[in-house]
């Protein structure tokens, strides 16, 4: 089996295993995904005697952990030829895709799993929740203030570049507590809004004096109201967009929302042991520990040298015991035949790095095995539990 990037003429080989796969030809997505999103030199694909079997495709994004932001590959649309099923063809294809990233400085990956069960044994772990709302509308009924005033955004929208920078000014506000976010672009916008008005979204901006402090990305469908994202500036921002969503109470009856996992609406509904859970949203991946290691920033306050010995079955460059001195907010991260003070496997470390578990919850699973207190107290200290929020669909 051959596994490298695709070519051009390669396209229409994609599109038809897509087809199969998720969407056919005639859904809308499928058709502006691959008119308007899709890059063949971001597509790698697995081929026996010159025909495609299986590929997937690496959509670059910079994420924002601890301190930097890191460009980032989200993996997404792996699709199997139905013939070439259970040979093994995607493990070959993800450890290739492991090694293009490398190549591209992508030290972390990140995707959204359809069964988790199914990217584990690639070391992928969740680091990403949601909070979760299944709801009767009705539920908002006194959780909402009239505040503002709400601007649809249509098709013309997108015709103004300088319009995204409204969207984006509440996007900073709302991230500005967050962690593991992406760092959207001018570019990124312009792709949302698209996408979303295809699908038959709709889009509403709340401003205050002139100046945005909200919006809504949502669907109306089956009698539901689809939050697709909520960002708000501040609470009374996110009380006026809780009462514009209840003011569909006559056309709606149930709300569905996937809203940041430090949400705290559901502590003032009126039955919050009903329709809210913490729902999995998105694993990650360390591709290159090394490189990922020293790429973030860390504590001025810490000063300290720990050895960590990480099992990686599938990136081998990533197999051994790393000397991680850590000084002045910095790592270097150094190979060592020098005996480890942590043990731990690379989909533990990537939840360490992505501050989703901390050390000692990560022992108590059995993840980490230590025989000093004093070097898991500085892993605890090195990476902080952090507040984790991703809200990309492709």
């Not at 910079?62 to 301190?67: C, F």
């Not at 359809?114 to 772990?125: M, Q, S, V």
Request: charged share 25%.
């Amino acid at each position: 089996m051959d596994f490298h990037l695709i070519k051009e003429e390669d396209k229409p080989s994609v599109m038809r295993l897509w087809a199969y796969c998720f969407e056919n030809e005639e859904d809308p997505f499928y058709n502006w995904y691959f008119n308007n999103f899709f890059n063949s030199e971001n597509t790698l694909g697995s081929y026996s005697e010159n025909k495609l079997m299986a590929n997937l495709q690496l959509n670059p994004y910079q994420i924002y952990v601890r301190g930097k932001a890191l460009d980032t590959s989200y993996i997404v649309g792996i699709a199997t030829d139905p013939a070439a099923r259970g040979q093994g063809i995607v493990r070959g294809l993800m450890v290739e895709s492991f090694r293009e990233m490398k190549r591209r400085k992508h030290f972390v990956s990140i995707l959204m799993p359809y069964r988790a069960h199914f990217y584990y044994p690639y070391d992928f772990e969740f680091v990403y929740h949601h909070l979760k709302y299944v709801i009767p509308i009705s539920d908002l009924k006194r959780q909402g203030a009239g505040y503002g005033e709400f601007r649809q955004i249509d098709e013309n929208y997108i015709k103004n570049k300088n319009d995204y920078q409204e969207l984006q000014e509440v996007y900073d506000k709302f991230t500005k507590n967050k962690h593991g976010y992406v760092v959207r672009t001018e570019e990124n916008w312009r792709l949302l809004v698209e996408e979303h008005l295809t699908e038959k979204g709709y889009i509403t901006l709340l401003l205050e004096q002139g100046k945005p402090i909200g919006y809504l990305f949502y669907y109306l469908q089956d009698n539901r109201f689809i939050v697709k994202e909520m960002a708000f500036a501040n609470i009374n921002a996110q009380k006026s967009l809780l009462k514009y969503i209840y003011n569909h109470n006559s056309q709606v009856e149930t709300l569905e929302w996937n809203a940041a996992v430090d949400d705290l609406t559901y502590l003032s509904l009126p039955d919050p042991k009903q329709g809210i859970t913490m729902y999995p949203f998105m694993m990650a991946r360390i591709i290159d520990a090394k490189e990922a290691l020293e790429s973030i920033d860390y504590s001025r306050d810490i000063t300290g040298t720990i050895k960590i010995s990480i099992s990686d079955n599938l990136a081998t460059w990533n197999e051994g015991t790393f000397k991680v001195e850590i000084n002045e907010g910095k790592a270097k991260v150094t190979k060592t035949l020098e005996p480890s003070d942590v043990n731990l496997g690379i989909g533990t470390l990537t939840s360490l790095y992505f501050g989703r578990l901390s050390a000692s919850e990560l022992e108590f699973l059995g993840k980490i095995s230590s025989g000093s207190a004093k070097k898991m107290e500085l892993l605890t200290q090195i990476f902080p539990k952090m507040n984790n929020f991703i809200n990309e669909y492709i």
